[in-house]
Nanobody, 118 residues
Framework: QVQLVESGGGLVEPGGSLRLSCAPPGDRFLIYRMGWYRQAPGKQREMVATIAHNDLTTYSDSVRGRFTISRDSAKNTAYLQMNSLKLEDTAVYYC????????????WGQGTRVTVSS
């Protein structure tokens, strides 16, 4: 089982910013796509943003214009810059990577909690 390394969650006031990071252990992974998903209490897990090997990005409508996903291919690390945070962004955020060309395996992080509260 692959354990992704996530960091960057925490408590922030509305309007504030946080940056999440995610990386697989080691450098043996051929990553097709990396992404962030979130799950709020009582809700299903939803896609937040993804970035593919060719830097093609996708965003959910609820975060577009406020969040930015990026990657450092040399470090196999993905980042999620979250600006103008809202109360409804409160959730556990999970990193996901798809590996292989075409992608054959998918791995999840343990989740990092983001709480937006005044």
């Amino acid at each position: 089982q692959v354990q992704l390394v996530e960091s960057g969650g925490g408590l922030v006031e509305p309007g504030g910013s946080l940056r999440l990071s995610c990386a697989p252990p080691g450098d043996r992974f051929l990553i097709y796509r990396m992404g962030w998903y979130r799950q709020a209490p009582g809700k299903q897990r939803e896609m937040v943003a993804t970035i593919a090997h060719n830097d093609l990005t996708t965003y959910s409508d609820s975060v577009r214009g406020r969040f930015t996903i990026s990657r450092d291919s040399a470090k196999n690390t993905a980042y999620l810059q979250m600006n103008s945070l809202k109360l409804e962004d409160t959730a556990v955020y999970y990193c996901n990577i798809e590996v292989g060309f075409p992608p054959k395996n998918s791995f999840w992080g343990q989740g990092t909690r983001v709480t937006v509260s005044s």
